[in-house]
């Protein structure tokens, strides 16, 4: 089963950047989707972002413009660049392939 293991988070002010990353095993990375979702305190996780094999992306609506998934195949990583980011973008963000998720990184948005 692949393992995934996300990194990048942190403490950012409002209006702040950051960029997350996923690190899958397995070797065939390539072949699969890849999903960015979140979770904030006391809500349900939610989607932010998915990735094709063939590299189409979608966005949550309400994310579009700021977000920006990518992925590397050669290193087996899939990236989310967060820019212009709000306070209400604190949550866990976890990746997932295929239906297995990672353990999440914090990402607290906050002045």
């Known amino acids: 089963q692949v393992q995934l293991v996300e990194s990048g988070g942190g403490l950012v002010q409002p209006g702040g950047s950051l960029r997350l990353s996923c690190a899958a095993s397995?070797?065939?990375?390539?072949?699969?989707?890849m999903g960015w979702y979140r979770q904030a305190p006391g809500k349900q996780r939610d989607w932010v972002a998915t990735i094709t094999s063939a590299e189409q992306t979608y966005y949550a609506d309400s994310l579009k413009g700021r977000f920006t998934i990518s992925r590397d195949n050669a290193k087996n990583t899939v990236y989310l660049q967060m820019n212009s980011l709000k306070p209400e973008d604190t949550a866990v963000y976890y990746c997932?392939?295929?239906?297995?998720w990672g353990q999440g990184t914090q990402v607290t948005v906050s002045s």
């Open positions: 997932n392939q295929a239906g297995v």
């Open positions: 397995g070797s065939r990375f390539s072949r699969f989707a």
